[in-house]
C-alpha cells in the first residue's frame, strides 16, 4: 500500500513580486494598465496566481504576456512568461509541452545571463522530471539549480534542493546519499530557524530509515519531528507522521505500540475534520490488531473504513481494505469468504490499473491535439504572411508556391503520423484488454484452484494423510497452467516485441526445465541490442517452435547438456536447439509436435530442420527471415 508522506513546499517563483501579488489586483493592471511595463509584469503574476487552481486561463495569461514581450522586444520579461507557461502545461500533466516551454525559457535567461531566473527554471524541470518518475533527470536539473545557490550562498534555496535530492537518491536507493543531503538540509533550517520544513526535512529522513529497515533510527528522527509541527501548528503533517512511526512498530512486531500511535494520528485528523483520512488510519489499525488478536476491534474498524470509502468514492483505498478483509478472514479461519474478498481486491487494483491507462491515453490525446492546434496556428500565419509578401513583391507567386508546397507536405505528414499514432493506440488497447481478460478470467479460476488445493493440503495432512499427494497435485497442476497462462499473456502483451525480451524469456524458461532435471542448459544470444524489434506473430511462433524443441529434448533425449543458440546473418534470424542425447527415430520425426514446428516456420517462409548432431544427439533448426528496426 503507499504510504502518505509529508513534503517540501516548491520554490516556483519567478520574482519576488509574485509572492506579494493578489488576483484582484492583477486584474485591475490587465484591465487598466498604467504603462506597458506594469502589463508585461502582470501577465506572469497573474499566470502564477492562476496555475494551481486554473491552469488553462494561467496558459492564456502567460501566452498574452509572451505576445507582448515580443512585440516592446523584452526578452527578460518573455523568459518569465515562459516559465510560467511551462508550469500551467506542468500542472495539467503535459509534461512534454512543459518540458520544451521550460527549454525555451532556460535559453533566454542563459542569453541573458540571468543565472538566479535559469536555477528557478531547472528546480521547475526538475519537478516535471519527478512526477514521470525519470529520478536521473530530476537528480541533474537539481544539482544544476543548487550550483547556481550555493555560488549565491542562497541558504533557503539550497535547503529546498537538498531535501529534494534526498527524496529523489531514496527513489533511486542511494540511501548513503540521500541521508548526506538530508542531513545537511536539517543544519540549513535549523539555522534558519524554519520549523515547518526542518519538520518535514526529519519526517523524510524517517521515512529513509524506515525504508532501509533502520527501524530505530527512523523513530529518532519521526520523534523530532512531531514537537516541531506542534510548534508550527502542522497537525495533518504530524498525524502523517504518527502514522508511519506506527508502521516501522509495525515492521519492529510492536504492535501495541503501533496501535498506540495509530490512535494518535485518528485523534489529529478527526480534530482536522479529515473524515476520509480517519478511515485510512482505522483500516492500517485494523491491521495491527489482527496481529493483537483483537479481532472484533479490527473487523469494527474494516467496517467503519468501508462505510466511508464507499460513500466517498475512493476506489483505490476500497481495493487496500478488501486485502485486509480477506487477510482478516483468513485468520479466523473463514477461507471461503476470504477467497471471494480477495477476488475483489484484484478485481478492483486490476480496474483501477485500465482506468490509469485510458486516463494517460486521454491525457496524451489531449496534449497532442494541443500541439496539432499550435502547428495549424503557425501555418496560418505562414500563410498570411506569404499572401502579403505575394502582392507587395513581384515574386511573391513563387515564395507562395513554395511555402504551399511545404505546408501540404508537412500536412500529410502530420496526418500520416497522426493516423499511425492512432492505429498504434487501439492496437495497444486491444492487447491490453485481452491480456487483461486473462488475467481476470483465467487467472482468478486458477488461482482459486491453487488455493483450494494448498487449504485441503494442510487440513488433510492430519485427518487423512492419503489425501496430501491428491492435493499436491492440484496445486502443482495449478501452478503449471499459472505459468502457462504467462506465457499467453507475455506472447500478446505489447512492449514485448524486441529481440532481447524473446532471448530472455527462453532464456529462463530453458533455465526452469532442466535445473529439476539436473541437466546443464547452456544459452547463446544473438549479440542485438534492444534495436532489433519483431513483428509479434513471428516473435510468438518463434517462442512456441523453441519451447517444444526443449520439451521434446527434455522427454525423449536424456541428455546431460542441452544447448541453444541464436544467430542472425544475411536477413535471416536461425536458433538451434542442440542435445548430446540417443539421437531420434524415425517414428518421433513423424510426431505431431515436429510437424507443427514446420508449420509454424512455413508460415513465415521460413524453415525447420531436425538432424543428428556431431558426435551424438539431436539439432533443432529453425530459420526465419526477418530484418531489424
Given at each position: ?21 493578489n ?12 504603462n506597458?511595463e ?56 503535459w509534461?512534454?509541452?512543459?518540458l ?20 528557478r ?7 516535471v522530471?519527478q ?9 541533474v ?36 546519499q ?9 543544519r ?63 515492521g ?33 489499525r ?12 479490527a ?20 481495493a ?53 492546434k ?6 496560418l ?17 513563387i ?18 503520423k ?88 527462453l532464456?529462463n ?17 544473438s ?25 521434446n ?32 527415430t ?27 548432431a ?16
Amino acid at each position: 500500500m503507499p504510504k502518505k508522506q509529508s513534503g517540501i513546499l516548491w520554490m516556483l517563483v519567478l520574482l519576488p513580486m509574485l509572492l506579494a501579488a493578489n488576483k484582484d489586483s492583477l486584474l485591475r493592471v490587465i484591465r487598466n494598465p498604467p504603462n506597458s511595463e506594469a502589463l508585461l509584469e502582470a501577465y506572469p503574476s497573474l499566470a502564477f496566481a492562476l496555475h494551481l487552481s486554473k491552469p488553462d486561463s494561467a496558459i492564456l495569461m502567460a501566452r498574452k504576456g509572451i505576445r507582448l514581450a515580443d512585440s516592446l522586444g523584452n526578452r527578460f520579461h518573455r523568459g518569465s512568461s515562459l516559465n510560467m507557461c511551462g508550469l500551467a502545461y506542468y500542472r495539467k500533466g503535459w509534461y512534454a509541452t512543459a518540458l520544451s516551454t521550460f527549454r525555451e525559457s532556460e535559453k533566454v535567461f542563459l542569453s541573458l545571463r540571468e543565472e538566479g531566473q535559469a536555477a528557478r527554471v531547472y528546480q521547475n524541470m526538475a519537478h516535471v522530471y519527478q512526477a514521470r518518475k525519470d529520478y536521473r533527470q530530476a537528480q541533474v536539473y537539481n544539482l544544476k539549480a543548487l550550483r547556481f545557490y550555493e555560488k549565491e550562498k542562497d541558504s533557503l534555496h539550497i535547503a529546498s534542493c537538498y531535501q529534494t535530492l534526498g527524496i529523489v537518491l531514496r527513489e533511486l536507493n542511494e540511501y548513503e546519499q540521500s541521508a548526506s543531503y538530508l542531513d545537511a538540509s536539517i543544519r540549513i533550517l535549523g539555522q534558519l530557524g524554519q520549523i515547518d520544513e526542518l519538520a518535514n526535512a526529519h519526517s523524510i529522513k524517517g521515512n529513509l530509515w524506515s525504508a532501509m529497515k533502520r527501524y530505530d533510527a527512523a523513530l529518532v528522527e519521526m520523534n523530532i519531528a512531531l514537537p516541531l509541527y506542534d510548534k508550527a501548528g502542522d497537525l495533518a503533517n504530524k498525524a502523517i507522521t504518527l502514522e508511519n512511526m506506527a508502521s516501522v512498530y509495525e515492521g519492529k512486531g510492536n504492535f501495541r505500540l503501533a496501535v498506540d500511535h495509530y490512535n494518535q494520528a485518528i485523534a489529529l485528523f478527526s480534530e482536522v475534520g479529515s473524515e476520509v483520512d480517519v478511515a485510512f488510519e482505522r483500516m492500517l489499525r485494523s491491521g495491527a490488531l489482527l496481529r493483537l488478536n483483537r479481532n472484533e476491534e479490527a473487523l469494527n474498524d474494516l467496517d467503519m473504513a468501508e462505510t466511508v470509502f464507499r460513500r466517498e468514492k475512493v476506489v483505490d483505498y476500497l481495493a487496500d481494505l478488501y486485502d485486509k478483509r480477506s487477510e482478516w478472514l483468513e485468520q479466523n479461519n473463514r477461507h471461503a469468504e476470504a477467497l471471494q474478498v480477495f477476488k475483489r481486491h484484484i478485481a478492483l487494483k486490476d480496474s483501477l490499473a485500465t482506468q490509469r491507462q485510458t486516463d494517460e491515453m486521454v491525457r496524451l490525446q489531449a496534449e497532442f491535439d494541443f500541439e496539432r492546434k499550435e502547428k495549424e496556428i503557425a501555418l496560418l500565419k505562414a500563410e498570411a504572411l506569404a499572401g502579403s509578401a505575394r502582392l507587395q513583391k513581384r515574386n511573391g507567386i513563387i515564395a507562395l508556391l513554395l511555402l504551399l508546397g511545404a505546408v501540404s507536405v508537412a500536412l500529410i505528414l502530420f496526418y500520416r503520423k497522426r493516423k499511425k499514432l492512432q492505429d498504434e493506440l487501439r492496437k495497444q488497447q486491444m492487447l491490453n484488454q485481452i491480456a487483461a481478460d486473462l488475467h481476470d478470467d483465467v487467472g482468478a479460476s486458477l488461482s482459486a484452484i491453487r488455493m483450494y488445493g494448498e487449504v485441503i493440503r494442510k487440513k488433510a495432512s492430519v485427518s487423512a494423510p492419503d489425501v496430501v499427494p491428491i492435493a499436491g497435485k492440484i496445486s502443482d497442476n495449478a501452478r503449471e497452467l499459472i505459468q502457462s497462462m504467462s506465457d499467453i499473456v507475455w506472447t500478446i502483451k505489447p512492449g514485448q516485441e524486441e529481440l532481447k525480451s524473446l532471448e530472455d524469456r527462453l532464456h529462463n524458461l530453458g533455465l526452469e526445465l532442466c535445473s529439476p532435471a539436473e541437466i546443464r542448459f547452456v544459452f547463446k544470444g544473438s549479440g542485438y541490442a534492444g534495436s532489433f524489434v519483431l513483428p509479434i506473430e513471428l516473435r510468438n511462433d518463434l517462442y512456441l517452435i523453441c519451447k517444444e524443441a526443449l520439451h521434446n529434448a527434455l522427454k525423449h533425449a536424456r541428455a546431460s547438456v542441452i544447448q541453444m543458440q541464436f544467430d542472425y546473418k544475411n536477413g535471416w534470424l536461425s536458433v538451434e536447439i542442440t542435445d548430446n542425447g540417443l539421437g531420434f527415430t524415425h517414428e518421433r520425426a513423424l510426431g505431431n509436435g515436429l510437424k507443427n514446428m514446420q508449420q509454424r516456420s512455413l508460415r513465415h517462409h521460413g524453415s525447420f530442420e531436425l538432424r543428428q548432431a556431431s558426435p551424438q544427439g539431436t539439432t533443432a533448426q529453425v530459420k526465419l527471415p526477418c530484418s531489424p528496426r
